[in-house]
């Protein structure tokens, strides 16, 4: 099956500064949607994004699907964005394979 | 307010003891699934749902079930059978993809 790595696995910042996290796929997806877990573990969309680039505010995400890896981009970090990001991705409208995530501490 | 709701958010189970989960939802999507999380990791499926008196098992169905008698809920049912059920729960619903979530059920041995 697919196998989802996202890297850095830990990630800590200073407030203000920006960050770039990224996820590979071992094989091609037709679906990808970034997530973040709060402290509460509340999962909340960020992007759909099986391909090209999207912008919402400070978070853009950019996927490359012919090689097979996106990128979600933070800019001017606050506090508020602490907490894991996960990737996940699948070959199928149906089915989702996530990543172990990057946990994200930004301090003020 | 449209959303997926999941109770309790937090459930205890004594050995033996089969649980039950809940999920509901009200975003009229096709699709529901429930997924497991352990502590410092990723989301794994459990089972899913495409439409209604079907549907399918996860990567790690063993020691659960599920039921979908209506579009709007998806029940899953810890069995004793699940030796290490111990995780946060989490219910989404799609149509196709994105895929939304709910809030969460933790479910802990006592």
């Known amino acids: 099956g697919i196998q989802v790595e996202q890297s850095p696995p830990d990630l800590i910042l200073q407030e203000g500064a920006n960050s770039t996290l990224r996820c590979n796929f071992s094989d091609s997806v037709n679906n990808l949607q970034w997530f973040h877990q709060n402290p509460w573990g509340q999962l909340i969309n960020l992007f759909y994004i099986p391909s090209g680039t999207k912008q919402n505010g400070r978070l853009s995400a950019t996927t490359v699907a012919t090689e097979r890896y996106s990128l979600l981009y933070i800019s001017s970090s606050q506090t508020t964005d602490s907490g894991v990001y996960f990737c996940?991705?699948?070959?199928?409208?149906?089915?989702?394979?996530f990543g172990s995530g990057t946990r994200l501490l930004v301090r003020p | 307010d449209g959303g997926i709701t999941q109770s309790p958010k937090y459930l205890f189970r004594k050995e033996g003891q089969n649980v039950t989960l809940s999920c509901e939802q009200n975003?009229?999507?096709?699709?529901m699934y429930w997924y497991r999380q352990d502590p410092g990791q990723g989301l794994r499926l459990i089972y899913y749902s495409q439409i209604v008196n079907d549907f399918q098992k996860g990567d790690i169905a063993e020691g659960y079930s599920v039921s979908r008698e209506k579009k709007e809920s998806f029940p899953l049912t810890v069995t004793s059978a699940q030796k290490n059920p111990t995780a946060f729960y989490l219910c989404a619903s799609g149509n196709g993809q994105p895929q939304h979530f709910g809030d969460g059920t933790r479910l802990s041995i006592l």
């Open positions: 996940a991705g699948g070959d199928s409208s149906y089915k989702l394979i």
């Open positions: 975003l009229n999507h096709d699709a």
